[in-house]
């Protein structure tokens, strides 16, 4: 070993060709833009889903050819099914042989006043961490030796600015992602050097994630934010992109991608 570390130094941009990355929550939103964009890049593509199988199945058909050695596919990954999740893992071994990148992107939420304790029962508060937090959690337990092997790899966990400001769609959902930026720390310290792990954590995206928050909302909310724009799917997917190509030497840490809402 050299003085130097175990890799070499000038690790420059990873080229995303022959790569497999798989995305949780990969059949809708943030989830969807980042296949297409990862797609793009070169990467082969394995969209998961909880439920929306139909949806997972139009993003693949969406998605640009990889070349003739890969193909792009949709896979089940549940967060609350520790056995499907191992599943998971063994049929990507089984199908594409290598795994280089992990987007934990699927969670879920519910409008719930902050003030508003007899709804934030204990068990919706369980809810919130049982798949915000624990579900990336066991998704990354369960891939963590797939990536091992591939010896450059990464973990991208979708957080939100919730996570430390603690405003948003409730307290359970803010404490969640506080815990996934925790995660997303101590994951960095004892996967490196073979695997890096990095947080995206945006503000409102335009997307159908909070129900009951339409596009009036998160562009009322843009407003007051001092870059004044509204944050698109896209755009999330663009710092995921960039966490993983350009970051080569950044882990354990999240990033604010919220257009400054956080000043």
């Not at 990148?101 to 939420?109: R, Y």
């Not at 996967?191 to 909070?210: C, K, S």
């Not at 350009?246 to 840490?253: E, F, S, Y």
Request: aromatic share 2%; hydrophobic share 50%.
């Amino acid at each position: 070993m050299s003085s130097e570390g175990t890799r070499p130094g000038g690790l420059g941009i990873l080229e995303l060709a022959g790569k497999v990355a798989v995305i949780t929550g990969g059949s809708s939103g943030i989830g969807a833009a980042t296949a297409q964009l990862l797609a793009a890049q070169g990467a082969s593509v394995v969209v998961g889903y909880a439920t929306g199988a139909d949806r997972a199945a139009q993003v693949v058909d969406s998605l640009e050819p990889a070349g003739a050695a890969h193909a792009h596919n949709a896979l089940r990954i549940p967060l609350d099914d520790a056995a499907a999740i191992e599943a998971a893992a063994a049929a990507v071994r089984e199908t594409f042989g290598r795994c280089d990148i992990l987007v934990n992107s699927a969670g879920s939420t519910k409008r719930v006043a902050h003030g508003d304790l007899e709804t934030m029962t204990g068990a919706l508060l369980a809810e919130m961490l049982a798949v915000n937090t624990v579900g990336p959690y066991m998704v990354s337990r369960a891939f963590v030796p797939l990536l091992r092997e591939s010896g450059d790899a990464v973990i991208v966990n979708i957080s939100s600015l919730s996570g430390t400001t603690a405003s948003g769609s409730n307290i359970g959902y803010c404490a969640a992602k506080a815990a996934l930026d925790n995660l997303t720390m101590s994951l960095g310290r004892v996967l490196g050097p073979e695997i890096r792990v990095l947080g995206v954590a945006p503000a409102a995206v335009d997307t159908a994630f909070v129900p009951d928050r339409g596009h009036d909302a998160i562009a009322a909310q843009a407003a007051t934010t001092p870059l004044k724009v509204v944050v698109h799917p896209d755009d999330i997917a663009a710092a995921v992109l960039a966490a993983i190509t350009h970051l080569r030497v950044a882990t354990g840490t999240t990033f604010l991608v919220d257009g400054g809402k956080h000043l």
